[in-house]
């Protein structure tokens, strides 16, 4: 009876309402929950806000940059003329005098000399060089006439793709009214039209915005990466797996360890004056050449490689170690088999981030004369050369309008390229990297 009656007793108990919470805590709790929410809003809002930024950052950019793809082309009918070919040297023909006579050709109206100077400004300095391509390609077409298709000027350019309005006033705009009609002749003929732009992405630098490409620069980068990479990997990782796996904890191995941490936070131009001081002044290197620009950055991206090498040593358990020296293996041979073999993703990951970070950075790259102006492409690594944001800078530096467009345009390229070693980083730590 006594334990039926404990039994009821008990289940009595349970069916009472719990006793309600006081009204500070209530209150407490209240105020915690609006915290939290008010938290979660916070950063909700503050990804918003940030990833506006970069939408308008990239929509400015790609609106002024995506006509730089497209190049406006005129179509003449050139002569070329065999007096003009007066020695066996291709070279040294009067090809633009061929380009001037199409163009008198073709606007038979024009007569002043000062007309005349308007009407073969529509036409590219560079026309010439077109014509000299063609006559290397072919010598048979001396003494022939052929339609060809030569760039505009800078300014037709910029009008044709509308960044130049012609309802502007004459004195506001470079384009005039006469060039103007010829301009619209030539469109109505169907003698002028827009196409992919080759020559941004085959041509080096040059004062003639139409004519100006992106190759040499990118090709100047290719070249210090290279160095770089080669450079400061393999020297990254020995310095990290020694400070890490066979350095002995005193007082030098502590200072190393600071002085790494404190160059991985030095500005870049240090670098740049640093090589400066060595690899120019002191070994006689030549400057504005890719060896130099490779050694500098390699001493820029050496802190960050030994920084993540060491942090993804750090993340190989210990037990993998103590396995591998167990059954009998050395110290050398558990770090070379077993523990780098682990960490080599993180290494990876920190070094392509590295060299993301050399692509982009120009100071060091000024100080050590890469910001000369170079039309020739290199050819190798001690060709004088320039880098692509050295390219951006000059160009965001010059006077010339149609400037702009190759400015954002090259700032596009230099964007692809980084997102893709971003994203490089990204795949190698997803595929290999060991979960424990």
């Not at 108990?13 to 500070?24: D, I, L, T």
């Not at 606007?107 to 529509?122: D, G, N």
């Not at 990479?229 to 890490?244: K, M, Q, R, T």
Request: charged share 20%.
């Amino acid at each position: 009876m006594n334990n039926s009656k404990q039994t009821v007793d008990k289940a009595a108990e349970k069916k009472k309402p719990m006793k309600p919470f006081s009204v500070h805590m209530n209150k407490d709790l209240q105020r915690r929950y609006r915290a939290e929410k008010w938290f979660q809003r916070s950063g909700i809002a503050a990804i918003v806000i940030a990833l506006s930024f970069l939408l308008v950052l990239f929509a400015s950019i790609i609106g002024s940059g995506y006509t730089a793809f497209r190049q406006t082309f005129v179509e003449l009918d050139v002569h070329f003329n065999q007096d003009l070919f007066k020695n066996e040297n291709i070279a040294a023909a009067d090809y633009p005098a061929m380009i001037k006579d199409s163009l008198r050709r073709t606007f038979p109206e024009v007569k002043e000399r000062r007309e005349l100077k308007s009407l073969y400004m529509i036409v590219s300095p560079g026309a010439a060089f077109s014509l000299q391509d063609m006559i290397k390609e072919n010598p048979r077409l001396i003494g022939t006439q052929q339609k060809v298709w030569v760039p505009a000027n800078d300014d037709v350019d910029m009008l044709v793709k509308g960044q130049m309005k012609a309802s502007e006033a004459e004195d506001n705009r470079r384009i005039k009214d006469d060039q103007l009609a010829w301009i619209e002749k030539l469109e109505k003929d169907g003698r002028l039209e827009t196409r992919f732009n080759t020559t941004f992405f085959t041509s080096g630098d040059s004062r003639e915005p139409e004519l100006a490409g992106i190759w040499g620069a990118v090709k100047g980068s290719f070249y210090s990466l290279l160095i770089t990479f080669l450079l400061s990997f393999p020297i990254g990782v020995a310095a990290a797996v020694y400070l890490e796996e066979f350095a002995p904890k005193n007082f030098w191995t502590d200072l190393i360890e600071v002085n790494i941490n404190n160059l991985a936070a030095v500005p870049s131009i240090i670098f740049g004056l640093l090589g400066l001081a060595i690899f120019i002044n002191f070994w006689g290197l030549p400057r504005s050449t890719p060896l130099v620009g490779g050694l500098v950055l390699t001493l820029m991206t050496l802190p960050v490689i030994i920084i993540a090498g060491r942090a993804s040593l750090k993340s190989v358990p210990p037990s993998i170690r103590e396995a591998a020296l167990g059954i009998g293996a050395s110290k050398m041979q558990m770090v070379t088999h077993h523990v780098l073999p682990l960490a080599m993703p993180g290494m990876l990951t920190g070094a392509i981030i590295g060299m993301a970070r050399a692509l982009g950075d120009t100071a060091p790259l000024l100080m050590i004369g890469m910001v000369a102006f170079i039309v020739d492409i290199p050819g190798g690594f001690t060709d004088a050369a320039t880098a692509l944001p050295v390219q951006i800078y000059l160009w965001a530096d010059s006077a010339e309008r149609a400037f702009t467009e190759k400015t954002s345009a090259a700032i596009i390229i230099l964007l692809v390229f980084l997102i893709c070693m971003n994203a490089a980083a990204v795949i190698l730590r997803k595929k290999f990297e060991t979960k424990w």
